[in-house]
């Protein structure tokens, strides 16, 4: 096995903050809105933050996100499109990507964006049992999303990811089944399959606390997990993250450059910045954000200077999560810190414990680590 890559470039990534529905797991910045107008707003405070920010030459890949960006109208996201492209070649880049949400990705959307150089879709699944939809929040029916896909493939997608998620309370593994078939049916080029995580802040999460909602048990969590990378392996996907799997359409480069500590420059209300040791975060608010591009200053709210031993344990927390691992010299070499020293009880102590393992410089998850990984990377953010 080849080592991991090092990361190379700084990506760009753009934050679209709104949604029709908040979902009750959702800790994103994203908002609902009534008044549509202020979407206009948005794109032109994006024209004023991408004019301000020193924005990588040539970036690797662009990613717009969110939020739901095809909450946009047509006229709005071709204008969207038509300010990104004023400063980046989007063309020429290797990755573009932009996610849509089934109750809003349509043929004209695409078109639109596929003429403009986005060429990954990203479409938010979640599920396709209408309870597991609704207890979600979700703002589509399951059928919908099909009809989303197809528009999508009319519109000129070439490579398409799915993003599903499992462990949702009173989902069974036979339904989680079902759902990864029905997904496979539709034809994906890449496939994210996510925990359901009960994030702080969120509707599920009071409601957990409440004694309303309770977590499924970890074992079906599990199961479920197993069972993905079992029949995703058999379908011809590759397993490159813990819980990313790449078929036709291959890796996605932007999360993996991520995954990998690269460098990242984002753009718009709560999007967060990473260069050279220094991570920046945007004000969340849309009003805050536009009042200070308004005011002709950049919309930061907090940037900080990682220390070398906070940058190692992102390091290793993030890189972990890749199948290939981490590569403790390269590690080693690019932040110029005595990573094996610092680490060495958890690497003894989770290589002891059969969730790592070693070959020379080499570490990474073993089968029984990968259902811990969560738990094996916290191991290095606090030590
Ligand atoms: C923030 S959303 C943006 C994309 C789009 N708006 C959507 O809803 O699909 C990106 C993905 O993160 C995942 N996600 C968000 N919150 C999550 C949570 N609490 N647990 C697990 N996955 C989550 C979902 O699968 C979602 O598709
Ligand atoms: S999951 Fe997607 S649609 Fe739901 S609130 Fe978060 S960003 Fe919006």
Same mark, same amino acid.
């Given at each position: ?30 908002? +609902?809105?009534?008044? $549509? ?10 024209? $004023? ?20 960006? %095809? ?23 290797? +990755?573009? #990507? ?7 990705? #349509? ?48 519109? &000129? ?37 996510? !925990? ?5 802040? %969120? ?12 977590? !499924? ?12 990378? +079992? ?38 209300? &709560? ?5 050279? *040791?220094?991570?920046? #975060? !945007? ?35 993030? *890189? ?24 060495? $009880? ?12 070693? +070959? ?24």
């Amino acid at each position: 096995m080849s080592p991991p890559p090092e990361p190379s470039g700084t990506t760009l990534y753009v934050h679209v903050p709104f949604c029709v529905v908040k979902c009750g797991y959702c800790d994103f910045n994203s908002y +609902e809105v009534e008044d $549509r107008s202020v979407l206009d707003a948005f794109v032109d405070g994006l024209a $004023r933050e991408l004019a301000l920010t020193a924005l990588p030459q040539a970036p690797p890949s662009v990613f717009i996100g969110g939020g739901t960006p %095809t909450f946009l109208e047509p006229r709005q996201l071709a204008r969207l499109l038509e300010v990104l492209a004023e400063h980046v070649d989007l063309r020429a880049c290797p +990755e573009v #990507t932009m996610e849509a949400n089934p109750e809003s990705a #349509t043929e004209e959307k695409t078109r639109i964006a596929r003429a403009a150089g986005v060429r990954r879709f990203s479409l938010g699944a979640q599920s396709f049992a209408a309870e597991r939809l609704r207890f979600l929040d979700r703002a589509h029916s399951a059928e919908r999303i099909g009809e989303a896909v197809a528009e999508l493939r009319a519109g &000129g997608c070439e490579n398409l990811n799915l993003d599903l998620m499992f462990g949702i309370p009173g989902q069974t593994l036979a339904e989680w089944e079902r759902d990864l078939e029905t997904a496979l049916e539709l034809r994906p080029d890449h496939l994210s399959c996510y !925990n359901l995580t009960f994030e702080a802040g %969120t509707r599920l999460e009071r409601e957990r606390r409440a004694g309303r909602v309770a977590p !499924n048990d970890e074992d079906l969590d599990r199961a479920m997990f197993l069972h993905t990378r +079992e029949r995703l392996a058999a379908a011809g996907f590759t397993a490159y993250e813990v819980s990313n799997f790449a078929g036709r359409g291959g890796p996605c480069r932007h999360n993996d450059h991520y995954w990998l500590q690269g460098d990242y420059v984002g753009v718009g209300p &709560g999007a967060s910045s990473h260069r050279a *040791g220094v991570r920046s #975060t !945007n004000l969340k608010p849309l009003e805050q954000w536009l009042d200070s591009l308004a005011r002709g200053l950049p919309p930061v709210a907090e940037a900080e200077t990682l220390a070398p031993r906070q940058r190692a344990g992102e390091a290793m927390w993030l *890189g972990l999560r890749r199948t290939d691992g981490v590569d403790l010299d390269a590690i080693e070499a690019r932040l110029r810190a005595p990573v094996r020293e610092w680490y060495a $009880r958890p690497l003894d102590e989770l290589r002891a414990q059969e969730l790592l393992v070693r +070959e020379a410089a080499r570490v990474r998850l073993t089968s029984a680590g990968l259902l811990f990984a969560n738990e094996v990377g916290a191991r290095f953010l606090g030590a």
